[in-house]
Every structure is written in structure tokens, then in C-alpha cells.
């Protein structure tokens, strides 16, 4: 398997854009988890899924912030309209159980909002 | 909420030893060790289990207490390699929720 594939590496964009992050996690893995990276605040879990189901989203941080999973094999992040303060890097990962398996990252895009 | 990590930067001179602490204030079912170098993704080190079963691939080993919430991620003999940014990720006690610390940035130096 190619692990987590996540697209595009890199987005600029001006604020006020429609941003859209893409994730494919590693086939027969049930969980999926979206992270924002900063240097601030580390590694903090946005939303995840189990089974193609959001089961806590509690860490999305505003309205603008809306995740799908619609099959199991592709998932997406959208921030509609982004802000500077959007900018960071956004990992994707997932794992077949998570209880007692590592959880597999991807290579992460780098959002820059000017 | 998100386990909290000390320090929060580390410089070590070659061979030397550190230690770095993770703490959470809720139950926990287990505990997960990642290490992100400068640019990539983080990479699963190991898994600290409730009872006691720890699974990892390097040779860095690791505490979890249940009773405290706590975990310790233990660098022996520090080596170049060893530097980057460590983070704990702690599972709730329903076993569904895997959530992440600020980090602690390890610099070994030669």
C-alpha cells in the first residue's frame, strides 16, 4: 500500500477562498483523523471517523470548517471562507484499530492564507 | 483536551539521556508516542497500554501510569538521530478518541 495520500503537498491562497484538503487513508482502515499542526498549539485533532461516520468533531474550530468522508477509500477538509489564521500544516491519518495500532500519517499539506 | 507535555524543548549533547513527561487529566485506555523530524510526517515509535503491554520498534522505551494519567518517554544514549519534535497521543477511555500534546523538541548536538 502507498499510505496515507494526502493533496495537494501545498496551498496558497488568498483569504476569503474556498480551500478543500483531500485525504485517501490506507485501504481496510476504519478510523480516519484530521490534525492541524502549529507551532503554538502542537498537534490538535479536528474531527475523526469511524467507518466512514464522524463520531466527534468537537475540534473543528469554527462553522467555516466542514469535513466528509463519503466512501471509505476518500475523505476531504473544506474551510469556506479561509482566514490567515487558517494557515498551518493539516495532516490526515488513519488506522485499523485504534485502540491498539499505531495511526499512519500522511505527508501533510502546508496551508498558507494571505 | 489535549495531554501536556514537558519539557517543552530539550538540547542534549550525544549519549546523553532524557526524559519527556505526558500527562493527561482524563482516564485514559492507552498511550501513543510519535516522532515528527523538521518537514515530515510524525512516525509511530510505540503503544503503552492499560495493564501494562507496551509495543514499540526502537529501542526507546516508555512508562504509562494508569492511576496518574501519566507517561514517560525515556532516550538512553541520546544519538543524532534522535532529534526531532516527540508528542504523546493519549486514547481516551472508550478507546475512540486519539489526541495529541504540544510536542517536545529534542536537539542533540555531537
Known amino acids: 500500500d502507498a499510505g496515507v495520500i494526502q493533496s495537494p503537498r501545498h496551498e496558497v491562497t488568498e483569504m476569503g477562498q474556498e480551500v478543500t484538503l483531500r485525504c485517501k487513508p490506507i485501504?481496510?482502515?476504519?478510523?480516519l483523523f484530521w490534525y492541524r499542526q502549529t507551532m503554538m498549539r502542537g498537534l490538535e485533532l479536528l474531527i475523526y471517523?469511524?467507518?466512514?461516520?464522524?463520531?466527534?468533531d468537537s475540534g473543528m474550530p469554527e462553522d467555516r470548517f466542514s469535513a466528509k468522508m463519503p466512501n471509505a477509500s476518500f475523505s476531504t477538509l473544506k474551510i469556506q471562507p479561509s482566514e490567515p489564521r487558517d494557515s498551518a500544516v493539516y495532516f490526515c491519518?488513519?488506522?485499523?484499530?485504534?485502540?491498539?495500532?499505531?495511526?499512519?500519517f500522511g505527508q501533510g499539506t502546508r496551508l498558507t492564507v494571505v | 483536551q489535549q495531554p501536556v507535555q514537558s519539557p517543552q524543548a530539550v538540547i542534549l549533547r550525544e549519549g546523553e539521556d532524557a526524559v519527556i513527561n505526558c500527562s493527561s487529566s482524563?482516564?485514559?485506555?492507552?498511550v501513543h508516542w510519535y516522532r515528527q523530524k523538521h518537514g515530515e510526517a510524525p512516525v509511530f515509535l510505540m503503544i503503552?497500554?492499560?495493564?501494562?503491554e507496551q509495543k514499540g520498534h526502537e529501542k526507546i522505551s516508555a512508562s504509562f501510569n494508569e492511576k496518574k494519567q501519566q507517561s514517560s518517554l525515556y532516550l538512553t544514549a541520546s544519538q543524532l538521530s534522535y532529534s526531532g519534535t516527540y508528542f504523546c497521543?493519549?486514547?481516551?477511555?472508550?478507546?475512540?478518541?486519539?489526541?495529541f500534546g504540544g510536542g517536545t523538541r529534542l536537539m542533540v548536538k555531537p
Open positions: 491519518a488513519s488506522s485499523p484499530i485504534q485502540v491498539n495500532t499505531e495511526a499512519f
Open positions: 485501504s481496510g482502515h476504519d478510523y
Open positions: 471517523f469511524n467507518n466512514n461516520v464522524p463520531i466527534d
Open positions: 482524563k482516564a485514559l485506555y492507552s
Open positions: 503503552l497500554l492499560k495493564g501494562g
Open positions: 497521543g493519549t486514547v481516551n477511555n472508550a478507546g475512540n478518541m486519539l489526541t
